[in-house]
C-alpha cells in the first residue's frame, strides 16, 4: 500500500494550499485518514482527521482555517489550508488506517514553507 502527497510548496502568510493525499495497492478502504505535520527535532502533530463516516477532528490551531475532506472512493484525502501561517512550516504526513485489520500506513510526507 502507498499513500502519496501531493499540493505542498511555498506560499506567503495568509495564502492558501491545498494537500492531496492517493492510497493505492490497498483492496480495503482507509477507516481514518488523517494529516500530521513535523517541524525537524520537533514531534509529529495531528492537524486532521476523518473518519470514513465523515467525523472529523482537528488541532486547536488549525479550526477554522483548515478543512479536511475524502473521496473514500478513491482512498484519496485532501487537506484545504487557508490563512496560512509562517510558523506552519513544516513537512505535512498522510496517515491512513485500513477498515479490515487496522494496518496504518504513512506518506513520505510533502514540504509546506510559509514565508514572505
Known amino acids: 500500500v502507498q499513500l502519496v502527497e501531493s499540493g505542498g510548496g511555498l506560499v506567503q502568510p495568509g495564502e492558501s494550499l491545498r494537500l492531496t493525499c492517493t492510497g493505492s495497492g490497498s ?3 482507509f477507516r481514518t485518514m488523517a494529516w500530521y505535520r513535523q517541524v ?3 514531534q509529529r502533530d495531528l492537524v486532521a482527521r476523518m ?4 467525523g472529523t ?10 478543512t479536511i475532506s475524502r473521496d473514500n472512493a478513491k482512498n484519496t484525502a485532501y487537506l484545504q489550508m487557508n490563512s496560512l501561517l509562517p510558523e506552519e512550516k513544516a513537512v505535512y504526513y498522510c496517515t491512513a488506517v485500513e477498515v479490515i485489520g487496522g494496518r496504518e ?3 513520505q510526507g ?3 514553507a510559509v514565508s514572505s
Open 27 to 29: 483492496i480495503y478502504r
Open 40 to 42: 525537524p527535532g520537533n
Open 51 to 54: 473518519t470514513i463516516s465523515g
Open 57 to 66: 477532528e482537528y488541532a486547536d490551531s488549525v479550526k477554522g482555517r483548515f
Open 105 to 107: 500506513y504513512w506518506g
Open 110 to 112: 510533502t514540504q509546506v
